[in-house]
């Protein structure tokens, strides 16, 4: 999932995505589209300054795509973009990596230094960057059971020590998404903690989970 920034390349309000009747997300959002070496991304949501879009699987193994951006027909200058097959990171409720990860607890309140996770429980988050999945990936696909698994293997850090990954795939009903599903230990330090994903071998930036 990417975020594409500029200056009129898509209507004035923000244009959410449209989903269509097969169950995938168009490639196309308030007469914007974004193209990499001419395959059309899904489209999250589009707005005059700022593209939310998910990069097609297309670009696997390649290390470098062409993208350009289409608004109401009219085509920007194709730019080369380095391209890599992975790049986790965590959400976090704000655009762009910025502000709180979001990670829920096992009871599906949000974590935070007010209400930190039990020691030994299940806590959730959501990722992106996984890379090619397991079986066949289809752009844009809201993902349903049977849930699709990254390719390359997850692996969850807390305090600097592995947890025990308890399912690591799509986030049912969404797409270019990945849900984990980890277990903390019982003996890791009370308070604020480091949280990261390893996916092959490619670490997410930190990110903070609180424990009880």
């Known amino acids: 999932m990417v ?3 500029g200056s009129g390349i898509g209507p004035d309000r923000a244009a959410s995505a449209s989903i269509t009747s097969n169950n995938h997300i ?3 959002a308030g007469s ?11 489209i999250l949501s589009a707005q005059s300054s700022q593209i939310v879009a998910i990069v097609p699987y297309s670009v696997a193994g390649k290390t470098s795509a062409q993208m350009r951006v289409e608004y109401n027909g009219q085509a920007s200058a194709s730019m080369t973009l380095p ?15 910025k502000g709180s990860p979001l990670i829920l607890n096992a009871d599906g309140s949000r974590n935070s230094a007010t209400n930190p996770a039990q020691k ?18 289809v752009d844009g696909r809201l993902a349903t059971a049977p849930l699709q698994t990254p390719l390359q293997a997850v692996t969850v850090g807390v305090n600097h020590a592995g947890v025990q990954v308890r399912f690591a795939g799509a986030a049912p009903g969404f797409a270019g998404i990945m849900q984990v599903n980890a277990q903390l230990d019982a003996n890791t330090p009370s308070g604020a903690q480091e949280l990261i994903v390893l996916v092959g071998d490619k670490f997410s930036p930190p990110a903070t989970v609180f424990l009880q």
Do not use: K, N, W, Y
């Not at 030994?120 to 890379?131: K, V």
């Open 26 to 28: 168009d490639t196309i």
């Open 120 to 137: 030994g429980s299940i806590i959730t988050f959501f990722a992106t960057g996984e890379g090619v999945l397991s079986t066949l990936p």
């Open 32 to 42: 914007t589209r974004v193209l990499f070496d001419g395959v059309p991304a899904p």
């Open 3 to 5: 975020a594409i920034l």
């Open 83 to 97: 391209v890599t097959d992975l790049s986790p990171a965590i959400f976090t409720d704000q655009l762009l990596g």
